[in-house]
């Protein structure tokens, strides 16, 4: 009996130790995006733009994407949404290192062209949810980062 109470009990713990991790990479990339969007407030009016257009801001190299949201600021702030979804684990993390890299270009180039954007990134959100990895670029990183945690849990 106790051995039988013992398996039950290992594969319970198995069956929610995959839910969770299927709960975490199962993000509704488009969903996620469009509520960033629509949700936060922004400055400038941030433009939908193409993996291919998102190309002239960012190498992603070998990583290989399913799925990909861009809103793009016109240049006059930092402000930005990205949302991807990869291939595998191994591609989200070369896409998450690839954003934080995009940050600190951006501080750079604001640095001096709007010092005021640098508040923003300094509190930029880059999270990676399983195979999805995002990025936020807000005056409001608090709202951004509760909107991101209900999606991306």
Known sequence: M???????LMVAVMLLMTAGCKGSADVD????????????????DLASIDLDTAGMFY?????????AYFYESSGATAEEIVVIKCASDADAGKVEEILKRRVEEQKESFKDYVPAELEKL??????????????????EPDKAGDIIRSYAK
Do not use: H, M, W
């Not at 300094?122 to 005056?139: E, P, Q, Y």
């Open 2 to 8: 106790r051995k039988k109470t013992v398996c039950i």
């Open 29 to 44: 990339a488009k969903a996620l995006a469009d509520a960033l969007r629509n949700q936060v407030t922004y400055n400038d």
């Open 59 to 67: 190498s992603f190299g070998d990583a290989e994407i399913n799925e």
């Open 122 to 139: 300094n509190t930029a959100i880059v999270k990676r949810s399983g195979k999805c990895v995002i990025l936020s670029v807000s005056d």
